[in-house]
């Protein structure tokens, strides 16, 4: 049997406030209702492919994730900050081209999207305990949990959650009290032996310019040159009165 989504050949979509892509419109719009549906831009794409690598230890299989996104590309720019985009059978992963993917959510519950959020948590659940030394291992319900729980105060509040920020939420999960697996322990400030970040030329060029980044220390420098300069200026002014000849007394009349 066809896919549901085979009628599914181009899509309208809008750039919102929160700097998302969502559809507007699509060639479909009796299965696919367009009100709060988010699709995943090509910048965010590579992203969550770069955050999948980590997972292919741990069982990550691609075709899952694959069946669970309709490609699309740039057709048209409509203007007003609105794109027409059409359907594509490019690879996510191999394509050259730079693509949008809309997730298959016509059946929430069961369907290929519903699937990948089930595997992503499995995979991601499966590597922290690996790395990880919890004092009981985490369970795939107690990360659900906690995610339906953030995403339920986004819906309390009126907000549509983003496909990338609901693939995100998953692929970044840490449970409280331990850090991320891809960043370094927050340090200790210990003075001069914290770590600055590097600046290129322009930008420390820029800083060493500006007058509000000076330091106390360098103030009280130049108060004590200015004193300096005043003491040299007044010890000038009295040789120079003893070089010169005596004032002339006024005559009596």
């Known amino acids: 049997m066809a896919k549901a989504t085979s009628t599914l050949e181009w899509c ?37 492919i770069d955050l999948v ?23 048209k720019d409509l203007g007003s900050g609105k794109v027409r985009l059409k359907r594509m059978k490019d690879s996510l992963f191999e394509s050259d081209e730079k693509l949008f993917a809309l997730a298959d959510t016509l059946d929430e519950e069961n369907g290929p999207y519903a699937d990948l959020l089930d595997h992503l948590t499995r995979c991601r659940v499966k590597m922290l305990n690996d790395l990880f030394e919890f004092e009981s291992k985490l369970t795939v319900d107690e990360v659900e949990d906690e995610i339906r729980e953030g995403q339920n105060a986004s819906f309390i509040e009126g907000k549509a959650i983003h496909t990338f920020e609901e ?51 360098d103030e009280d420098g130049d108060e004590e040159e200015k004193d300096d300069e005043e003491k040299k200026k007044d010890e000038d002014e009295e040789d120079g009165d003893e070089d010169a000849p005596p004032a002339k007394k006024a005559r009596k009349r």
């Open 12 to 48: 309208a979509i809008r750039l919102g406030e929160d700097h998302n892509w969502w559809v507007h419109e699509t060639s479909d719009p009796v299965r696919w209702d367009v009100d709060g549906l988010s699709i995943v831009d090509p910048r965010q794409v590579a992203h969550l």
């Open 53 to 75: 690598e980590a997972l292919r230890d741990y069982g990550f299989d691609q075709d899952v994730f694959e069946a669970a996104f309709i490609p699309f590309r740039i057709e």
């Open 167 to 217: 693939l995100t939420a998953i692929l970044d999960f840490m449970p409280a009290g331990y850090e991320s697996d891809d960043e370094a322990p927050a340090k200790e400030v210990h003075g001069e032996d914290e770590d600055l970040p590097e600046l290129d030329e322009a930008e420390e060029e820029k800083l060493k310019n500006d007058e509000s980044l000076k330091w106390d220390e």
